[in-house]
Structure formats: C-alpha cells, structure tokens
C-alpha cells in the first residue's frame, strides 16, 4: 500500500509518451503557494507534461490542491501537524525531507520513471534514489544559501546543507539554475558540471485585463491624484524588506500623492509593519493587499505606477522582476547583485541600498512621469522575446533530451567503445572527447579546431557532397567511413551523424564512431567477415538514431562528458 495521498489523477493520457516516460519531481515545498519556488514548479509540471512526459509530483502535504492535465500529485500524510512551512532550509522542513525520502523510494521501487527531477534540498533525495535504482537525475538549484544566514541554528544547518549540496552536484546527470549567479556558483565549484539556465519567468502566463486592471487602480487610489508605489513578494529579510520600510517615511512626508501598495506577507507580519508605520502617523497612506492569486497579479501591476525592487542579497533572480517586465512599470531598484542580474539602467533606476537613498530614488520617479514611462517600455520587449513560457519549456525539453540520451546511450554502453566528436558545419571540431583520444590517439588540444575529415584522412562510401546533402536532409546519416589513428593506423568505423540545430541558431554536427571488429584483417588480407555478420553488427551498434535526440539541444557538449565519465 502507498503511504502517500494521491490527491489528482490525470486520466486522459491520450497523446502522451509511452508510460516508461514518466518522470518523478520532488517538491520540498509547500505546494502549492503563492511564492517564487512553487510557482517556478508549477511551470514546470506544466512544461513536462506538454514535452510528452507524464509526471509525479511529490511534494510537502501543506499548501493548496494543484491540478495539471498529465501530472499526478502526491503527497505524504501529515504526521507531525504542520501548517506552514517557513522560506529557506530549517529542521522543520528536515522533518518532511525524510518523509519525502521515503516515499521517493517506494516510488522508484515500484513504478518505472526516466528521470527524477529533485528541487533544492530534495536534490540528494533524488540523486540517492536514482543512484541506487540506476534513474537519471535532475538538481535544480533555486536560491543562494547566503541569502537564508542568520542565527547560529540556521548557519549551522546551512554549512551542512552545503556540503549535501556539492554531493549532490556531483551525483546528478544535470543541475537547472534559475539564474546566471547560481549558475556561475555551480560551475565554481563543479566544474565539469552539466549545467542548464533555466530562467524564470513571470508568475503568470496571462496578461493584463484592462477591464479588471481598472478595477483595481480605482479599488486602490484612495484619491484621484495618488501614485500608486507598489511593492510584491515575501517579507523575507533578504528581500530587503526592511530597506523598503525604512525608506517609506521620509518619501511619504515629502511627497503628499505618494500612496505604497504592499501585496504579500502574513498576517502577523503585516501587523508587524502596520503598528511601526504607526509611528509615523503614516499607517493610513499604505495599503497591504496580502496575498493574491497569481493570476490576478498582472492587473495589480499595471495598475500601479512603480514597482519596487529592495532585494539586498542572493545570487538568484528575483521573480517579481519578471512580473514587473510583463507590467511595462519603471523598476526602482537597490543596487544590489540579485537586482544586477537581469537589470540595467535602460530599463530600471537604481538607487544605493540604504533607507535615505532608495527614498531619494522613489522621490525621483514621483516626479519624473517621463523617466517613468521610459524605462517600463524596455522590460515588455524582454519578456515578448525571451522571458516566456515558450521559450521556458524549449529550454527545460533540452535539458532532458540531453539526459535521456545520456541514460539510453549508458545502457547500451555507447561511451565504452565508442568516440565521439561535436564539429560545426564546416567540419572544424569543437568537442573531442575522451573516446576519441583512446580511440585516434590525437588529444584534444591538437584535435579541436582541425578539420575532422582531413586530421582523420576520412575515406568515404560515397562523395561527400552526396553524405552532406542527405545529413541536409534528413538530419542524420550512417555507415561505414575509413580513418587513420595517429600512429596512421587504418581504422573502419561505423559512423552515426546528427545535425543540429540549436536555439542559437548554430549548426552542430555530434558524430559517434564505433570501431568494427573486423579492423583486425585491413592490416594483412580481405575481410573474412561474412557480409551477413557485417550487417548483424551495425544492427547491434549503437548510435545517435537510437535515440531521440531533439534538435533544440545544445546542451549535449556537456552530457557527453558526462557518458564518459559514467562508463570510462
């Protein structure tokens, strides 16, 4: 018997992949909730199962009931009575880490998943499971561990989770990143990692309604002459919550239209807030939505007049960023690394991160409506191009073709006796990898920006011009190709090329070549191979068309790594 609760079922599965294309995410999260990091997950269940995949998720037993059409939610039962789950690593949260460890391994004992997908602290979870059943794992990396220290408890717990952390890097055949700080940080101290930007985007895939967001700004102003100041996301000290507090006096004792709208935070917390404002006479010039849906914050957003982003610390993207972009608002922004980011100053004003100082820069765009409406022009066109859903899933898709691949091509043991090579489409090589120096005996510092068929004296079956017009084609192409090895050694391989096409708009060619046993005889007679044996071997041989390989999947110059030294 389970012991967790399967709270949704998908039950229409038509047009999905075949049922060992499932994939388990683990979500150590409340789920769902309206935060940074469930949102993020809700996007990628979403992406997932739109990929072709069908999907568990297992997440915490606290938060709202989820549904998505192909994604099956799980949760364990709620044992120890917790009701909420606080931002950042916490023995809290260890408790339900080992009830999600546990249900992660009846999971993987007993249904048959492609991959397991764990998310910050549920990435050794997965990377512990999938080594023991041999499933592919993804860790994706959602926040800076710097940004959650404080009492001596907490750092405690952080220093070991960041020793859990590294291990866990080094366990998982990819490792997503939310954004280029926690990207770079994996890549410091990993650097063989195979690493995935996977950006955020907007915690909304629906836009404004004009309609509804004229609602909202009437709802809000309390006079026909108010700027709006808005201001969304959690209480969290990093968020520098209390740079934006300390700043609102001596803004609002200045400028008399000013009005803050403060959309987030808890009960208690905005008590808390409301009671020092208090002080200052001013509690009645600022408004605390609460939590919204996220659906409904677009028209909050365009109904404002600035946003404000006070974040101090991190090295991860803050997501109301994205949210603000879609807003078309000017971003006033502490001048901080996490703003740095995704900000520059043609689309957002800076200001030093100190309460005089982010006032001054408040005061600023108070009364400048031209600046204002300059700099909220340029983060639409962002997320028009680049800071979307589509553009999302593209990217994730990537990651797990290349881990698909990875784990199909390590069954049939491709890398062990295999070569491989990544050559643009003029032949110059650009990836040589391990196999390749066994194989040839040119290392990669004389192999990599040679041409491939002239450093491998390449004799082929055919002309080719004829190869490169069907690989045009077709996308890829096989058969039997000649080389010379270093030592000028005759060497016959079966030759499998892909050619694709990344996101880039770059053309790769990934060529994998297999040694014929039959080499033993070009040194000294006529193959005494029968030609009914030839053919059996190059139906064993493994290939590129083995495997799906999807065109939109740059990443492969890392997993390749990654095969050898799984198999090597």
Same mark, same amino acid.
């Given at each position: 018997?389970?012991?967790?609760?399967?709270?949704?079922?998908?039950?229409?599965?038509?047009?999905?992949?075949?049922?060992?294309?499932?994939?388990?995410?683990?979500?150590?999260?409340?789920?769902?909730?309206?935060?940074?990091?469930?949102?993020?997950?809700?996007?990628?269940?979403?992406?997932?199962?739109?990929?072709?995949?069908?999907?568990?998720?297992?997440?915490?037993?606290?938060?709202?009931?989820?549904?998505?059409?192909?994604?099956?939610?799980?949760?364990?039962?709620?044992?120890?009575?917790?009701?909420?789950?606080?931002?950042?690593?916490?023995?809290?949260?260890?408790?339900?880490?080992?009830?999600?460890?546990?249900?992660?391994?009846?999971?993987?004992?007993?249904?048959?998943?492609?991959?397991?997908?764990?998310?910050?602290?549920?990435?050794?979870?997965?990377?512990?499971?999938?080594?023991?059943?041999?499933?592919?794992?993804?860790?994706?990396?959602?926040?800076?561990?710097?940004?959650?220290?404080?009492?001596?408890?907490?750092?405690?717990?952080?220093?070991?989770?960041?020793?859990?952390?590294?291990?866990?890097?080094?366990?998982?055949?990819?490792?997503?990143?939310?954004?280029?700080?926690?990207?770079?940080?994996?890549?410091?101290?990993?650097?063989?990692?195979?690493?995935?930007?996977?950006? =955020?985007?907007?915690?909304?895939? &629906?836009?404004?309604? #004009?309609?509804? $967001?004229? %609602?909202? !700004?009437?709802? +809000?102003?309390? *006079?026909?002459?108010?700027?709006?100041?808005?201001?969304?996301?959690?209480?969290?000290?990093?968020?520098?919550?209390?740079?934006?507090?300390?700043?609102?006096?001596?803004?609002?004792?200045?400028?008399?239209?000013?009005?803050?709208?403060?959309?987030?935070?808890?009960?208690?917390?905005?008590?808390?807030?409301?009671?020092?404002?208090?002080?200052?006479?001013?509690?009645?010039?600022?408004?605390?939505?609460?939590?919204?849906?996220?659906?409904?914050?677009?028209?909050?957003?365009?109904?404002?007049?600035?946003?404000?982003?006070?974040?101090?610390?991190?090295?991860?993207?803050?997501?109301?960023?994205? =949210?603000?972009?879609?807003?078309? &608002?000017?971003?006033? #922004?502490?001048? $901080?690394? %996490?703003? !740095?980011?995704? +900000?520059?100053? *043609?689309?957002?004003?800076?200001?030093?991160?100190?309460?005089?100082?982010?006032?001054?820069?408040?005061?600023?765009?108070?009364?400048?409506?031209?600046?204002?409406?300059?700099?909220?022009?340029?983060?639409?066109?962002?997320?028009?191009?680049?800071?979307?859903?589509?553009?999302?899933?593209?990217?994730?898709?990537?990651?797990?073709?290349?881990?698909?691949?990875?784990?199909?091509?390590?069954?049939?043991?491709?890398?062990?006796?295999?070569?491989?090579?990544?050559?643009?489409?003029?032949?110059?090589?650009?990836?040589?990898?391990?196999?390749?120096?066994?194989?040839?005996?040119?290392?990669?510092? =004389?192999?990599?920006?040679?041409?491939?068929?002239?450093?491998?004296?390449?004799?082929?079956?055919?002309?080719?011009?004829?190869?490169?017009?069907?690989?045009?084609?077709?996308?890829?192409?096989?058969?039997?190709?000649?080389?010379?090895?270093?030592?000028?050694?005759?060497?016959?391989?079966?030759?499998?090329?892909?050619?694709?096409?990344?996101?880039?708009?770059?053309?790769?060619?990934?060529?994998?070549?297999?040694?014929?046993?039959?080499?033993?005889?070009?040194?000294?007679?006529?193959?005494?191979?029968?030609?009914?044996?030839?053919?059996?071997?190059?139906?064993?041989?493994?290939?590129?068309?083995?495997?799906?390989?999807?065109?939109?999947?740059?990443?492969?110059?890392?997993?390749?790594?990654?095969?050898?030294?799984?198999?090597?």
């Amino acid at each position: 018997m389970p012991i967790f609760k399967e709270e949704e079922e998908e039950s229409n599965r038509a047009n999905r992949t075949s049922p060992s294309q499932r994939v388990l995410v683990i979500a150590p999260q409340p789920f769902f909730e309206w935060r940074g990091s469930p949102i993020r997950v809700s996007f990628l269940l979403r992406a997932l199962a739109e990929s072709g995949f069908d999907v568990d998720l297992l997440c915490m037993p606290v938060g709202a009931p989820f549904t998505c059409p192909g994604v099956t939610v799980l949760r364990p039962p709620n044992v120890f009575g917790i009701k909420s789950m606080p931002i950042g690593p916490s023995l809290r949260k260890a408790l339900f880490d080992l009830l999600l460890f546990m249900q992660t391994l009846f999971l993987a004992a007993t249904r048959r998943y492609s991959a397991i997908h764990g998310i910050e602290d549920a990435g050794i979870i997965a990377a512990l499971i999938g080594r023991i059943f041999s499933i592919p794992v993804v860790y994706e990396k959602h926040s800076d561990l710097d940004s959650y220290r404080g009492g001596l408890l907490r750092n405690a717990i952080l220093r070991v989770y960041s020793v859990v952390e590294r291990w866990t890097i080094s366990l998982a055949n990819a490792i997503i990143a939310t954004g280029p700080g926690l990207a770079q940080q994996v890549k410091q101290s990993a650097p063989g990692a195979n690493v995935h930007h996977i950006f =955020d985007i907007p915690s909304s895939v &629906k836009g404004a309604d #004009a309609e509804r $967001t004229s %609602a909202v !700004r009437g709802h +809000l102003k309390k *006079s026909p002459d108010e700027i709006l100041v808005t201001y969304v996301g959690s209480f969290a000290v990093y968020q520098g919550i209390d740079l934006l507090f300390a700043s609102i006096p001596k803004v609002l004792q200045t400028h008399t239209q000013a009005r803050y709208i403060i959309i987030g935070g808890s009960k208690h917390e905005i008590a808390q807030r409301k009671n020092d404002l208090a002080q200052f006479g001013l509690a009645e010039r600022v408004s605390f939505i609460g939590k919204i849906p996220p659906d409904d914050l677009p028209n909050y957003l365009a109904a404002s007049d600035i946003l404000l982003s006070p974040r101090i610390a991190g090295q991860n993207t803050p997501l109301k960023l994205l =949210d603000y972009f879609a807003a078309g &608002k000017p971003i006033l #922004a502490a001048d $901080t690394a %996490a703003n !740095r980011l995704l +900000l520059n100053e *043609s689309m957002a004003l800076f200001a030093n991160a100190s309460p005089a100082a982010y006032a001054d820069g408040t005061i600023r765009l108070l009364n400048d409506p031209e600046l204002r409406a300059h700099l909220g022009s340029k983060g639409q066109q962002l997320v028009r191009n680049f800071y979307n859903f589509s553009c999302f899933k593209e990217r994730l898709k990537s990651c797990y073709d290349g881990v698909i691949y990875q784990a199909a091509a390590a069954q049939t043991r491709v890398a062990a006796a295999s070569a491989a090579m990544i050559r643009d489409a003029d032949g110059n090589i650009a990836v040589w990898d391990v196999g390749a120096e066994k194989l040839y005996g040119f290392n990669a510092a =004389d192999a990599v920006g040679s041409i491939s068929h002239d450093l491998l004296r390449t004799e082929f079956p055919e002309k080719l011009g004829a190869i490169e017009q069907k690989l045009e084609q077709e996308k890829k192409w096989e058969g039997e190709l000649l080389h010379t090895t270093q030592k000028g050694t005759k060497l016959r391989v079966f030759s499998s090329w892909q050619r694709i096409e990344t996101v880039d708009g770059l053309t790769q060619i990934f060529e994998l070549n297999q040694p014929l046993d039959e080499n033993q005889d070009l040194h000294g007679g006529q193959d005494k191979e029968q030609p009914e044996g030839n053919a059996a071997k190059r139906k064993r041989s493994a290939s590129f068309s083995d495997v799906t390989l999807a065109a939109s999947c740059p990443e492969v110059v890392d997993f390749v790594f990654g095969i050898r030294e799984m198999v090597i």
